[in-house]
């Protein structure tokens, strides 16, 4: 009777001993032995099939049985020496049948999911041989060069999406890799279609194990005098399975009776792993294929070889103290590279290391010592696959005494779906005291071609060049305006405003210069609340992380949220060692997001990875503004999936769900304009600068060079990191099990103000500490509310307040720290001779 996982029964058949003997169940029992008494299969041929083969039943209408090898490393955790070695002597058998010079010339083909990690071990032995496996994942942007149909597979459909379309046009010999040789069929359509386009003189087929019939025994020949070319056959073992006649119907029975008496084996979700899930960061070569997918060079595996002791040693250096037993567990077609990692592991530490993968084939679990399959864990697909949603499983994992368990995935499967309660990270620390994820940089091929865009959008603008950012910390989606004069005095752009003359966003201010006491103000403010801000920054990124993406891409708001953004890309570098793409769009309140920027974005990356980030909310305005922008734009054409949602620093409005505080605090970013954005404007969009086809636009001051504190303020913020991640972990894990749903209180209170004080117009209240900062510093201040008591957050805007003449009134109950009032009728002449705000 199959037991659940959680019940912890230790799986039989991995045995060091696998590759030199029987690998046995427990007391020394075959792990076919169950199935073959039951069934009535039997397994007949060489001495070594029951220490290369186990025996489990398939929830499979076209096959009851499988073969489980306890050399592949895909079902049964075995010791990666033993597994990649099988493949290697393998290979070096094709090279001495091959001989040098044929050997040189050959190319190496795999099947997925099973034999992509075996193939990749035989390209190896052969020592000089380019590898090719064949997908069920389809690549945007790369053609197919061929496919075929595995006729007893639980998945059928095979591509072949090599990057370099010439790999299989050559006429040198073709090895083709599988577990398991049976009815013939797989290879049989495998050389079929590829003769037709790539005929060559001479085939190979190399399988662990060749299991044919004498029905099918003969086949292989009739194809070769078919298509006039040679065909080898090369196996570690032969024999044979002997089913009866009526195995399939007793074996869908069998399966039918033993999962309705165990169920699915699917333990409840726990919310999560607890924190028991460690992301380290391999150092992946950049730009080295992940495996055989798109091709893998001789050069290619030189890179790898090159590369593999340091990656090693950031995982054993990752383990927890004292592990003694430790499993490597690949992804489906990943086999290759954790089983080189897992390897190279086990030369590094003294503990018991083990290789397996995870896979999408049903198999029937049954504790049992003669069985093969003792134990499975179920979770959700986590790749978006092709053929859509559905379980996914590994076996021989639960119970089997794993210390820590080392889950390598590619990039494309570190999904939000891999981190879900009920995905894999959860199902495996629900049997290990420590999971690490090890995540490989998906390959993508480049494309042969570049199709022409409609728009010809330019790529986006980075610093030096535009902005005192590095390169790499931001890239502006905007067009250079530097050249042109835009400011105008603030008086003036008032009027114009209010007037509905002009708006906001067709003209710059003069920017402020600040005076040395108002600097001193900038950095002691500065000095007080770094750590403040870096745990806001810890705990939004995080919450980003856990709930919208685990690899997002930042799209912040210039240019407020541009310092934010940057600062939450390098938290998450600090803490996961991630790189996220990070990118400035304009967004003009009335006006909405910059389209072509969208578009940009959407040509570029998933839009639903995207996450909107700014600095802090006010009433909520651009809230609603990009909520309604993002609607327009997808019903006007353009891609779906850009989710709304902003992810801010701080949210005293209670606008959002994704913030790092509610607190009403002030953010030294706010304090200046420029020279802490990176010495570039606010966004500008005007008629007669901005086309149709045009990123909105900004000017970069180069001239305030010398009074730039942008980095400085994130090299501070930065150097809090470490000291506030302890509290940013646990506020994060908080916050995510809080109600957040956005009250709108903020929205409420501008209300209230607005026609408590005879304004009647929402625009010109301005809440919290930022947002009342921007109007002592750009626009034409009537009056500032200061909550009673606030202390020395206020000290810049009462500064501030005092230059321009601007009173500060003192209210109780304020939900902010200070709203800030725009003069409500503004002319020039409610200005005084001395330029200072009029009293009302």
């Excluded at 050249?483 to 710059?508: F, M, N, W």
Aim: aromatic share 6%.
């Amino acid at each position: 009777m199959e037991r659940a996982v959680n019940e912890g029964v230790r799986p039989g058949g991995t045995r060091d001993a696998a590759a030199d003997g029987p690998a046995d169940g427990a007391g020394g029992v075959w792990s076919g032995r169950w199935v073959a008494e039951r069934l009535g299969v039997e397994l007949a041929g060489d001495d070594a099939l029951t220490g290369l083969l186990g025996l489990a039943l398939r929830r499979n209408p076209k096959r009851a049985h499988l073969l489980v090898s306890h050399v592949l490393g895909k079902h049964v955790p075995q010791s990666p020496s033993v597994v990649y070695g099988h493949g290697l002597a393998l290979g070096r058998r094709v090279r001495e049948l091959l001989g040098p010079g044929e050997a040189r010339e050959a190319v190496v083909l795999g099947y997925a999911e099973t034999a992509t990690g075996l193939g990749h071990a035989v390209a190896d032995g052969i020592g000089v041989a380019p590898y090719l496996h064949s997908t069920r994942r389809p690549v945007p942007g790369v053609a197919p060069a061929g496919g075929f149909e595995e006729s007893h597979s639980h998945a059928t459909s095979h591509l072949l999406l090599p990057e370099d379309p010439a790999l299989l046009v050559g006429d040198g010999p073709l090895v083709l890799v599988d577990d398991e040789f049976s009815t013939g069929n797989t290879v049989l359509n495998t050389i079929r279609d590829l003769h037709q386009r790539y005929p060559r003189g001479r085939y190979v087929v190399v399988a662990l194990v060749d299991m044919r019939s004498p029905a099918d025994a003969g086949r292989l020949d009739d194809l070769a005098r078919e298509i006039g070319a040679r065909v080898d056959l090369v196996a570690a073992a032969s024999g044979t399975v002997r089913l009866p006649e009526d195995v399939l119907a007793k074996g869908q029975e069998l399966v039918a009776r033993y999962e309705t008496e165990a169920g699915d084996a699917r333990p409840a979700a726990s919310g999560g792993a607890d924190g028991r899930v460690t992301r380290v960061e391999l150092g992946w070569p950049r730009g080295l294929p992940d495996g055989g997918r798109h091709g893998f060079t001789p050069a290619h595996r030189e890179r790898l070889e090159g590369a593999l002791p340091a990656m090693a040693a950031r995982l054993a250096r990752a383990l927890p103290a004292g592990a003694r037993r430790v499993l490597v567990l690949g992804f489906e077609e990943l086999m290759y590279a954790p089983l080189r990692l897992a390897r190279e592991l086990e030369r590094a530490v003294d503990a018991e290391v083990r290789f397996s993968t995870t896979t999408r084939s049903p198999v029937l679990p049954v504790d049992d010592p003669g069985y093969a399959i003792r134990t499975r864990l179920v979770f959700p697909a986590h790749d978006d696959p092709a053929d859509g949603p559905g379980d996914r499983y590994a076996y021989n994992v639960a119970g089997a005494g794993f210390d820590a368990v080392v889950a390598v995935v590619d990039s494309v499967a570190d999904t939000a779906r891999l981190h879900a309660p009920d995905g894999l990270l959860a199902r495996l620390a629900a049997h290990t005291p420590q999971v690490l994820l090890a995540v490989v940089p998906s390959y993508v091929p480049e494309p042969l071609y570049v199709p022409e865009r409609t728009s010809m959008l330019p790529e986006p603008l980075r610093g030096p060049a535009f902005s005192s950012y590095a390169p790499e910390e931001v890239g502006w989606l905007l067009q250079d305006l530097s050249d042109v004069t835009l400011e105008a005095p603030t008086e003036e752009r008032e009027e114009a405003i209010q007037s509905g003359g002009a708006h906001y966003a067709e003209s710059l201010p003069v920017e402020y210069q600040p005076t040395e006491q108002y600097q001193q103000l900038f950095h002691a403010a500065l000095d007080t609340s770094a750590a403040r801000i870096a745990r806001a920054v810890g705990v939004v990124t995080e919450a980003v992380l856990a709930e919208r993406s685990p690899r997002p891409v930042l799209v912040s708001l210039a240019r407020a949220g541009t310092p934010v953004g940057i600062l939450m890309r390098r938290w998450a570098r600090y803490r996961h060692g991630l790189e996220l793409p990070h990118y400035a769009v304009s967004i003009v309140r009335g006006r909405g997001i910059d389209a072509n920027a969208l578009r940009w974005l959407a040509e570029h990356h998933d839009p639903r990875d995207v996450v909107f980030v700014d600095g802090w909310t006010g009433k909520g305005a651009i809230t609603r503004e990009l909520a309604q922008a993002v609607a327009e734009f997808e019903k006007s054409g353009g891609a779906a999936g850009f989710d709304p949602e902003i992810a801010v620093l701080a949210d005293p409005g209670a606008c959002v769900r994704t913030y790092g505080t509610r607190e009403d605090f002030l953010i030294p970013s706010a304090c200046l304009n420029s020279t802490v954005s990176g010495l570039v404007s606010r966004t500008v969009l005007r008629a007669d600068l901005v086309g149709p086809h045009d990123f909105h636009g900004a000017k970069f001051y180069r001239e305030l060079a010398g009074a730039d504190v942008s980095v400085a303020f994130l090299d501070a913020v930065s150097a809090r990191f470490e000291e506030v991640t302890g509290e940013a972990d646990a506020q994060a894990k908080e916050l995510l099990a809080t109600d957040r749903t956005p009250t709108w209180e903020g929205w409420a209170a501008v209300e209230r103000i607005s026609e408590e004080y005879g304004i009647h117009d929402v625009n010109l209240v301005k809440p919290g500490v930022g947002e009342t900062t921007r109007v002592l510093l750009r626009r034409v201040p009537w009056k500032v509310l200061a909550r009673a008591g606030a202390g020395r957050d206020l000290d810049h805007v009462r500064l501030l307040a005092e230059q321009r003449g601007v009173p500060v009134e003192e209210v109780d109950g304020l939900p902010y720290t200070c709203v800030g009032l725009i003069h409500p009728r503004y002319t020039r002449g409610a200005t005084g001779a001395d330029g200072k705000a009029v009293a009302v």
